[in-house]
């Protein structure tokens, strides 16, 4: 079915539209929907729950069934709980072979504490003769056996998007909600149909009736969803405590009920952030400073993951875009009004454009996952498909396994061969490497009864690869977008089904086979480089699923060097030369840029675009880079007698020597945690503490290191950004010490250096 239609010209040339009647047939094909067009559930309490069905312009709310289940490995456990519930007993011999269906939430609570005395496990432990599904939508929807926007493509859902604006106490640097002047002073919002609303402090409007013409406007509106950028760890909370401050009901949801929060947290990479997650009933919220951030996980371009950054860095950002830094927004707002309204207004028009270009990925996924759209973002990749997976077994009444004890195995096969600066880089991708190798060998997890694993990974990677070529062939950008919405959609589940198998928490994790999997990757990639190398080419940098390397002498088609290597490779294994650089920099292992033939400088790996240093060093560390990579070796020392002679003369703003950091816990606490020798003293905290300001957990400040030895105590020998004295007193020997740091890292890669490699001569500078 996927060969017939996209092998047909009309699936490139015809409308997206034609394209989506079919996708839906195949999407019936992985994972059935008994409901369509839904944009909202909600579980009830009471054995109901009420969902939201969209059609055009039209919403209807419809009242479905709701039980409740557990999986039990023997339903006398419940015996004595004096429950009235339904059994159903599944097939196979796996431990969880009931399933306990309950009338009400209620029900399910009393059974609940009732198998925990009486067991005395708690759910969460692996040896617990029960299992429970926690997430209630996750319940429903496997439960009635119906996916969210099913049959709706991305324009058919309503989206709105609000930012908003906020006055600060003069001597603080950050607003804090908590402090009486720090109001709300405009509101921007749009939504995908075009329309578009500012709402301003000033007359008619207080604060207090500015949050209630928000809160008006949303329920006016009606959206399926809700987004903002970082609108989860500064625009709701801070709405959410001035709505408190005015005893205003922050009655968002559909049902006019209030939106609810709670602390959270949500992994990124190697990051955890702390976040307070808001929940609106009947309402999807989503948070384009996470989409960002998962976004860079991946590709690794992003500077920083601020509006304004990212928005430049998507080209949606609008030429005549107009720019206020966050310290200047008070005074702007009373002395320049007409400029802060356009600031505010390309606020919420960049939120929005970033989203259409981030969201898609998530809102298909939702198709076929038992989550809803806001979950289909926080939760983790191999968290989404155990989900898709268990649905699928409970779907056909199958009992569940157990997961296996989590243990080490050998990974991926990751290098870097030379370090240096070499020009005319190809870089060779194995499709899918991981996924290729699981389906070419026909594995299954051992405890996999019904294949359901490799059934969703062979038709998601058969999909997605035949996307990925209808998304090179479009010929207009909306169906470019369409069809990378939908390969990278794919991409990001099928590459996670390995990761599954080494997942603790997977109900079919299989270690063993993850060890093989890997194994198989490492010979395949070895026997590549063995190829590159035997056949001239000089390997550069070597990771998960691909090659970067400079070509044989005399090779120019990439074409045929394409073919050359998939000839060795085993069967079901395909390669492409996806991308040719005039100039690649390799640092180290996973720490490396590239420059295009457009002249884009793509920067990879934490070594080379740390966040943690201050500006000055980030600005030359991408400085340098650039001049690398276009063997511009002139430009660099002239840069560093720059850097020097700015630093030695005061001619920087302070601001580019400040680092800034975000007070997690109150000033109070701090000070306990060291009293108690808790806690580690930190240059931030003292400084907020020693200003007599009312500084409080939220707020961010920005400080520089004073002295002269180079050398020194940083929480000894620091100033807060905002106490700077008239007369300059940085530490311009700690800061050139810290460019000479800099210089020194990269001294190895410019002429009349020592090679980094001795054995290796002349392949880097």
Request: aromatic residues 12%; hydrophobic residues 35%; charged residues 30%.
């Amino acid at each position: 079915m996927f060969l017939v239609y996209f092998a047909c010209p009309e699936l490139v040339e015809g409308c997206v539209s034609w394209l989506y009647f079919h996708m839906n047939l195949n999407l019936e094909n992985l994972v059935a929907s008994k409901i369509d067009r839904v944009v909202a559930a909600e579980p009830g309490s009471d054995g109901k729950a009420v969902i939201y069905i969209r059609n055009a312009d039209k919403l209807e709310k419809k009242e479905i069934p709701f039980h409740p289940f557990m999986l039990l490995s023997n339903p006398a456990i419940l015996n004595g709980s004096n429950l009235q519930f339904e059994i159903v007993k599944l097939k196979g011999d796996a431990i969880f072979c009931y399933l306990a269906k309950f009338a009400n939430s209620a029900d399910y609570e009393v059974a609940l504490k009732y198998l925990k005395k009486s067991t005395g496990f708690n759910p969460t432990s692996p040896s617990a003769p029960f299992r429970l599904f926690n997430d209630d939508i996750q319940q429903l929807l496997t439960s009635q056996q119906f996916r969210l926007f099913r049959k709706m493509t991305f324009s058919d859902i309503r989206r709105l998007q609000f930012d908003i604006e906020t006055l600060m106490t003069e001597g603080f640097e950050f607003p804090n909600p908590e402090r009486e002047g720090d109001k709300i002073a405009m509101i921007s919002m749009s939504d995908n149909t075009g329309w578009e609303k500012l709402l301003v402090l000033e007359e008619p409007y207080s604060e207090k009736a500015l949050l209630e013409k928000f809160i008006e406007t949303v329920k006016e509106r009606d959206p399926d969803i809700i987004e903002g950028h970082n609108i989860f760890r500064f625009d709701l909370p801070f709405i959410q405590a001035r709505a408190k401050r005015h005893k205003v009901k922050l009655n968002l949801g559909r049902d006019g009920s209030p939106a609810s929060n709670r602390p959270s947290r949500v992994s990124i990479a190697e990051r955890t952030i702390n976040y307070s997650r808001f929940d609106i009933y009947g309402r999807h919220v989503i948070d384009t400073y996470f989409l960002a951030q998962f976004y860079d996980v991946s590709y690794r371009e992003l500077e920083d993951y601020g509006l304004k950054s990212i928005a430049r860095h998507f080209g949606v950002a609008s030429k005549d875009r107009t720019y206020i830094q966050g310290d200047e927004i008070s005074a702007m707002f009373s002395k320049d009004r007409e400029r802060m309204k356009k600031y505010a207004l390309d606020d919420v028009r960049e939120t929005r454009a970033i989203a259409e270009i981030l969201s898609p990925s998530y809102f298909y996924q939702t198709q076929l996952i038992p989550y809803s759209y806001q979950n289909c973002v926080v939760r983790g990749n191999a968290t989404r498909i155990d989900a898709m997976l268990v649905a699928a077994y409970l779907e056909k009444e199958q009992s569940i396994p157990v997961p296996e004890p989590s243990r080490s195995f050998a990974g991926a096969l990751t290098e870097a061969f030379s370090s240096g600066v070499f020009e005319n880089v190809w870089h060779c991708d194995i499709r899918s490497l991981y996924p290729s190798i699981i389906l070419a060998e026909d594995w299954i997890p051992k405890r996999d009864s019904l294949k359901i694993f490799s059934f969703f990974l062979a038709r998601l990677r058969d999909f997605r690869l035949l996307a990925k070529d209808a998304e090179k062939n479009a010929d207009a950008k909306e169906k470019r977008e369409y069809f990378y919405s939908l390969q990278s959609t794919f991409k990001i589940l099928i590459n996670s089904f390995y990761g599954y198998l080494g997942f603790s928490q997977g109900t079919f994790n299989d270690y063993t086979m993850a060890e093989s999997v890997t194994g198989s990757g490492r010979s395949i990639l070895s026997s590549m480089v063995k190829f590159l190398k035997d056949s001239g080419a000089h390997v550069i940098e070597i990771d998960t699923d691909g090659i970067y390397f400079q070509p044989p002498a005399g090779v120019k088609d990439t074409d045929v060097m394409k073919d050359r290597i998939q000839k060795i490779l085993p069967k079901g294994i395909d390669v492409e030369l996806d991308s040719t650089y005039p100039s690649m920099f390799c640092y180290k292992s996973k720490n490396y840029a590239v420059l295009s033939d457009g002249g884009e400088i793509s920067i990879t790996g934490a070594a080379l675009k740390s966040r943690g240093l201050e500006p000055f060093q980030r600005e030359y560390m991408k400085k340098i880079i650039e001049y690398l990579l276009k063997k511009d070796f002139d430009s660099i020392e002239k840069m560093t007698a720059e850097y020097r002679s700015d630093i030695e003369n005061r001619k920087w703003p302070l601001a580019k020597f400040a680092k800034s950091e975000t007070l997690q816990e109150s000033l109070d606490s701090y000070r306990r945690g060291i009293d108690e020798e808790n806690g580690k003293r930190s240059a931030a905290y003292e400084l907020a503490t020693k200003s007599g300001r009312d500084y409080r957990a939220g707020d961010q400040v920005s400080f520089y290191v004073t002295g002269t030895k180079k050398n020194v105590s940083v929480v000894d020998n620091s100033c807060l950004l905002k106490d700077a004295p008239a007369g300059r007193d940085e530490n311009i020997a700690y800061y050139l010490a810290k460019l000479d740091e800099l210089y020194k890292k990269f001294s190895p890669f410019m002429p009349k250096s020592k090679p980094a490699h001795d054995d290796e001569p002349g392949l880097g500078f």
